[in-house]
């Protein structure tokens, strides 16, 4: 068992780490457009599975919601703030989707760029700001209690399965774009 918030911290290295790679595939001239679709592909699943429903998943309906019951406002403050860009995260993602399918890559190039700055500083917020504040409200069986929701949350959503395949999906990339 381990801590919620440790838990979130570990996934937004993960995220980060995937984002290092995706930066590496868009500058990338050497691999056929084929390729490079199929890669952004296989990211833009990354980010429906594990950022959005599984990650962003966790902390919506389990950690935020205890953080509110611990007296943090749910509205005009951080928590407000977090969920607008969970929001707006999934507007780029779906933004990735339709412009992949249609081969509109100019599109898809500002979608995945401002998704990613947009990511990057929400991880930074959560993991600076709202994880503080998190630790100081939450005791430790109310993290653990809050680990354990998201255990089934994780199995429910994506199960073992899928946890799998991502991971070995960016231990390939991470390969093949020489991220380490
Ligand atoms: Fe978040
Ligand atoms: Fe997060």
Request: charged letters at 35%; aromatic letters at 10%.
């Amino acid at each position: 068992m381990g801590k919620a918030t440790v838990d979130l911290k570990k996934e937004h290295e993960s995220i980060l780490f995937v984002i290092k790679i995706l930066d590496k595939m868009l500058s990338d001239d050497k691999k056929y457009a084929t390729d490079k679709a199929r890669y952004y592909n296989e990211v833009l699943y990354f980010f429906k599975m594990f950022v959005d429903q599984c990650h962003h998943g966790k902390e919506e309906k389990y950690l935020f919601e205890e953080l509110v019951k611990s007296g943090l406002p749910a509205k005009e403050g951080l928590i407000e703030e977090l969920v607008h860009e969970h929001d707006i995260g999934r507007d780029y993602i779906s933004a990735m989707n339709i412009s992949l399918k249609s081969g509109e890559m100019s599109l898809f190039h500002f979608a995945v760029v401002e998704y990613m700055e947009m990511i990057k500083l929400h991880i930074e917020k959560e993991n600076n700001d709202l994880f503080k504040r998190a630790d100081r409200l939450l005791d430790d069986a109310k993290q653990e209690q809050i680990y354990s929701k998201f255990e089934e949350h994780e199995e429910e959503v994506i199960g073992h399965g899928v946890h799998e395949e991502l991971h070995s999906m960016i231990q390939k990339w991470a390969r093949e774009f020489k991220v380490d």
